[in-house]
Every structure is written in C-alpha cells, then in structure tokens.
C-alpha cells in the first residue's frame, strides 16, 4: 500500500525530492564504487601514457588552440556585429551563458533507457531540464538532479525530443531519439522537405529548454515515403555521447546563478555576457 | 566477541551493497542489457535462509535505495521486493528442500514477475518501445542463481549464521 502511495505521489508531484535527496546521499557511494574500475583503469592508461604520446597530443592541441584563438577573434567580431544588427532591429538579446565542468561516472542505470550519471548536483546549483553539451554538440538534458550527481538523459533516450532547425535554411522541426546510440529520428519532415544528407541540425531554442544555435546532429539518411506525407530522416548526433567523459552543464537563464565554493575552485567558464537590451 | 548471529545485519548490508554495485556497474557495454538484478538474487537468498530475521519491511527499504539508485519511480522497486520478499518468506520451508534446479524457476518466475510490473509501470509513464532486450534479464538472472545461492551459502557458513 505504501509502495502505491509513494509511487503515485512520486509520479504526480515533486513533494517527494526532500526524501530521494535524502536516500541518494546513501545511495552515491555505491555509484562511484561501481564506476570505480572503469575510472582506475582510464587513470592507469593516463599514466602509463608515453612521452612521445604525451608530446604530440601537446603540439597537436597547440595548434588546435591557435586555430580557435583565430576563429575567437573573428567570433568576437561578429558577435558585436549581431548585437548591433539586433539593437537596430529592436530585438532583445542575451548571450551570456554560464557553464560547469561535469565528469561522467561509469554506471549504467537501466539498459533500455539512455541515462548517464555525472558526478555535480544540486549542491552545485544543478537543476533538472538543464541543456547538458560536450565540445561537439548537444549531449542531453538533466532529468533529475541529487544532491552530488545528476541523471542526463541523452537526446538518443527514446523518450527525447528535442527542437532542431536545418542550419543550412532555418528548416524547423523536431529530433527524437531512436533508443539506438548515435541515431536520432526526425519524422515531422514533408517529402519534399529541403534536407539533404550532411545537412547540420542546431537547436532552434523554441521550447525553452536549449539554447538556441549548438550543433546537435547530421542528417545522415533521407528517405522519401512517397505513401506517406512525411519523410523518413535520420540523423547521427554530433557529441560523442558514446565517448565522452566531460560534460558541460549550462545555465542558459537571464539570471546568473550563484555557484558553491567548491564549484568555483572547479573554475567553471563563464563568459562574459554583454547586455544589449536596448 | 559477539555472537555470529548479530552480526547477521553486517552481512546483509554488505552482500546487499554488493549487489547493488554489481546492479549499476558497466564494464562491458554490449554486456549491459544482460546484467541481471543481482539485488533480487541477493534478497530471495537471505529471504529463504534467515526469514525470521529478514523481513518484508527490510526488502522494502532495500527496494526504496534500488529506486534512488536507478532513478525510477520511489516505490516502484520496492513493491516489487516486498512481494518477492513475501512470497520467498511464506515458501521458504518448501524452497529449501528444493534441489536447485527447481529453485531456479522459482527465480525464474520472480524475475519474470517483477520485470512484468516494470514493464507496466514504464509503458504508463511513457510511449517506451521496449524491444526484446529488455526480458534477457530475467534469462540472465535465472543462470546466475546457482552462483549467487552457493557464494552467499558460503558466505553464510563462513560467517556462522544461522
């Protein structure tokens, strides 16, 4: 009886966080227990690394850095520009976003659904609906966050969706997640929709939930159904959700969000946001 | 030095723990879909060995950590426990004289029926296909009760708790 009550209660309302809050804190140890061989075996291969290996990462990341710095510097300008361009159109705008550096932990909690675990909470100021990314692209969004980890559901689960336009022609539609890893489905399209295979899907920021303009996936597959009125699109997402063990957590609200000490110390990136509200 | 039997409780929550590590943990992800709910094993021994200690409450509160644990519903796993919990306790004079082959359907059936309640509770909550993947648990599980019963036998003998 009580298992009902919960159950309903739990899937009704929110009245019930204080309690999961409160068991997750027992429950935590034994997740990173869980996720502690796959991390001992990746900080081995860390150490064990060659210096040669270790060498031409570094160059290789040098370069790579010197080709963004270029790209930044053209970035900045263009941002400005926009600004400009959205004050002469009596737009208001807000770019500044705020991050937080969040790492995988190796556990699996169901195998049917795409949920990960990430090692920052509640106590870092997480909140659930939250965009989650990585440096490729969109990962997924928190659905639930405890007080020292948080559930991601990545914009694979079968129960995601996501809003994309084509970056190509502003085409909008939704994604939703096919249950497979790396393969999204876009079923709202017309036959005789624009899209072509390569074509870049960013979010389109409607909904509210992610911002608008990070990369989320390549149409890989275009598949008229000349039966049907909508086409048959699939796409790969750009993060390496299979891959990644860094996270970016980002707060996307006009508010800045208070962060705890500990999380400052873990310098999370916050770039500057330049107000344009006319 | 205190009596074996007191320390009954350590064992439980350790072997418990243990399980619920194994439940979550991801070594090898093709293996994922097959990792049974080593928790269910766990409980359906301890629940035919000790059952005047073990009770159903204690499944319970066992199930409400396994929901934290894997992010479902709070209550969900721990109905589902508590039945098991009860029907392993009501049977448990039958279940032991059991050989272990027919223990394993016993298993086999729990984890059928509890997969069951999950399956139903997920399809209310969302439009979840669920593909076959999902029932090799309850396979997997089956195969891994000799393990699970003779370690935690093991264990127990070690252990001198009666």
């Not at chain 1, 195998?111 to 090692?119: A, D, Q």
């Not at chain 1, 989650?132 to 928190?142: K, S």
Request: glycine residues 6%; aromatic residues 10%; contains cysteine.
């Amino acid at each position: 009886m009580v298992s009902v009550t919960l159950l309903v209660m739990d899937y009704r309302g929110s009245r019930l966080n204080s309690l999961r809050s409160l068991l997750a804190f027992a429950v935590y140890p034994l997740q990173s227990l869980a996720s502690l061989p796959v991390d001992s075996f990746e900080s081995l291969s860390n150490t064990v690394i060659s210096y040669v290996e270790l060498q031409k990462e570094n160059r290789r990341l040098k370069e790579m850095q010197l080709v963004n710095d270029a790209r930044l510097l053209k970035l900045a300008a263009l941002e400005k520009e926009n600004i400009r361009l959205r004050v002469l159109l009596e737009n208001s705008f807000q770019l500044g976003e705020q991050v937080l550096v969040t790492e995988l932990l190796s556990v699996k909690l169901v195998p049917y659904e795409h949920t990960v675990v990430v090692n920052k909470g509640s106590r870092f100021g997480v909140h659930a609906k939250q965009p989650v990314l990585d440096a490729n692209g969109i990962v997924g969004q928190v659905i639930r966050a405890l007080p020292n980890s948080s559930e991601v559901m990545l914009i694979t689960d079968p129960d995601h969706a996501i809003p994309v336009e084509v970056n190509r022609n502003g085409l909008r539609t939704i994604a939703f997640g096919t249950g497979q890893p790396n393969r999204l489905h876009l079923p709202f399209l017309a036959n005789n929709a624009d899209v072509v295979p390569g074509d870049l899907l960013v979010t389109s920021g409607l909904g509210g939930g992610f911002p608008a303009g990070y990369p989320v996936a390549v149409v890989d597959k275009f598949e008229s159904r000349p039966d049907k009125s909508f086409a048959n699109i699939y796409a790969t997402p750009k993060a390496q959700l299979e891959k990644s063990r860094e996270f970016l957590i980002v707060w996307s609200d006009s508010t800045p969000v208070v962060l705890g000490e500990h999380a400052k110390q873990q310098a999370p990136e916050t770039t500057e946001s330049p107000n344009a509200a006319p | 030095m205190p009596h074996p039997n007191s320390l009954a409780v350590v064992y439980f929550i350790v072997t418990v723990a243990a399980a619920m590590v194994l439940r979550v943990m991801s070594i090898w992800p093709g293996l994922d879909p097959f990792n049974p709910d080593w928790i269910v094993l766990v409980l359906i021994y301890w629940a035919i060995a000790l059952p005047e200690r073990f009770g159903v409450f204690a499944a319970w509160s066992v199930g409400l950590l396994a929901d934290v644990l894997t992010g479902r519903l709070l209550g969900q796993y721990a109905l589902i426990y508590a039945l098991i919990a009860y029907f392993s306790i009501k049977e448990h004079r039958r279940l032991r004289q059991f050989p272990l082959i027919q223990q394993c359907v016993f298993v086999f059936f729990c984890l059928l029926g509890s997969q069951s309640i999950i399956f139903g509770m997920e399809s209310m909550q969302a439009g979840n296909r669920l593909s076959l993947e999902y029932w090799y648990p309850v396979l997997t599980g089956t195969l891994m009760w000799p393990l699970v019963f003779s370690v935690l036998r093991y264990i127990r003998v070690v252990a001198r708790i009666v």
